[in-house]
């Protein structure tokens, strides 16, 4: 059986072999029933018997739900009786098309596909110098970038879940690997699917720095994550923050840029200075958030020995550290938007960043540190932080 973990004080189950922890979770009665409603992610199944799962709250029997909010999922056990449940096995295939969707939308953590789609939109419009450049011959290109891009952020995010499925039963039981969703044959499978594709497409294009773009993030993913000797570098807190810097901050804005500029417009490479002032931004913004990802993942990283820096220096310093750098990289960019030579530019990116700037600031202020919902939901907002810059980066002339 999986356990059902929340934050804080552990309850056990008598004879079930359930396990969760009490807090964020509601229990609401209904006739016949008990219903848990879940607001975390934190949440596993650890289930000694696959087949079953039988809980037992203050010491009632009776059938339970848990409902998690978060990812829209529904587990139905019946506690009344010893029999086995075989709606309840996470082995069994699932009820509907919309279920094997969702899995494969959390296997390919949807955030990280967002902001590789608005990364390579706006550096792709960096390289427009007139008008009559948005083509359709821009826009093929941009698909091309987009579709092969894409395809290599599933391998690398599915890698690092394959390496990683019992850190994730611990600090994301909700992804289907850690579930039992999918298996790891599924995962692998998956992954080297869209890693042959991604290559596959990259070199019929035949735009050089797209394919190596591609190439290089291969490289990088699966140094990150794969365990064996010598490589698996999320174990080194730097080494790991500069991979994530290198493909986030310098191969998605360069790379992308010159697949524009010398394949869609066949011009000569040049480095603009929105484009260096994109990539130094953008590594500021990737190293936040190479630091935050792992702040409120500190438990799992503890017991599986990765020396993260939240693990090494706590919580709350690196925290506000992330913070600090943001702040810095914000104030930066109101310095540059303020040089432009153009009045709507000065206007759309001093004021922009103004706003992100206070807005960071106020939401940092509120988050109370020792719970992990609070922290992980500051860190999808610092992706919709990194997604609103990649608005206003076209904007700056």
């Known amino acids: 059986m999986e356990s059902l973990l929340s934050s804080s004080s552990l309850l056990s189950a008598a004879g079930g072999g359930v396990y969760w922890k009490k807090q964020n979770l509601k229990i609401h009665s209904l006739p016949g029933n008990r219903v848990l409603s879940c607001n975390s992610s934190n949440v596993i199944a650890k289930l000694k018997s696959r087949n079953n799962l ?22 139905q056990a019946n506690a009344t009786t010893g029999q086995p449940d075989e709606a309840f096995d ?47 011959l821009l826009f093929t290109g941009i698909l ?38 999918y298996s790891v044959k599924t995962g692998i499978a998956i992954v080297a699917s ?14 050089w720095p797209l394919f ?55 011009r000569p ?31 799992g990283d503890k017991i599986f020995g990765i020396r993260s820096f939240s693990v090494t220096l706590g919580q709350e310093r690196v925290f506000w550290t992330c913070v600090s750098l943001l702040q810095m990289a914000y104030a930066v960019a109101i310095l540059v938007g ?13 004021g922009g960043h103004v706003i992100l700037a206070t807005t960071l600031w106020t939401r940092a202020k509120s988050v109370d540190l020792s719970s992990k919902t609070e922290i992980t939901s500051c860190y999808m907002f610092i992706w919709k932080l990194f997604y609103a810059e990649y608005l206003l980066l076209p904007f700056l002339k």
């Open 54 to 75: 039988v809980t037992r709250l203050e010491g009632q029997e009776s059938s339970s739900l848990l409902l998690c909010s978060r990812h829209k999922s529904r587990f």
């Open 90 to 136: 996470p082995k069994s295939k699932p009820n509907s098309f919309r279920d094997s969707l969702d899995a494969f939308y959390r296997f390919s953590r949807p955030h990280t596909v967002i902001g590789t789609v608005l990364s390579i939109l706006s550096v792709s419009f960096l390289a427009v110098e007139k008008v009559s450049d948005i083509s359709p």
């Open 144 to 181: 091309e970038a987009v579709v092969a891009a894409l395809m290599m952020n599933i391998y690398i995010v599915g890698l690092n879940q394959l390496s990683d499925v019992e850190i994730d039963k611990v600090n994301k039981p909700y992804l289907p690997l850690a579930s039992g969703e």
């Open 194 to 207: 869209f890693s042959i594709m991604s290559f596959w497409l990259g070199w019929i294009v035949g735009s």
């Open 212 to 266: 190596w773009a591609l190439f290089v993030s291969f490289m990088l993913g699966t140094a990150y994550s794969i365990n064996l000797p010598l490589l698996r570098w999320k174990r080194f807190a730097l080494v790991a923050a500069m991979c994530i810097l290198a493909v986030r901050a310098i191969i998605v804005q360069i790379a992308f840029y010159l697949h524009i500029q010398t394949h869609v417009f066949g």
């Open 269 to 299: 490479v040049m480095f603009t200075r929105p484009l260096i002032f994109a990539t130094a931004f953008m590594s500021f913004f990737s190293v936040v958030i190479a630091l935050f990802k792992d702040i409120p993942d500190i438990e």
């Open 338 to 350: 303020a040089t432009s030579p153009f009045i709507w530019s000065k206007v759309i990116s001093v």
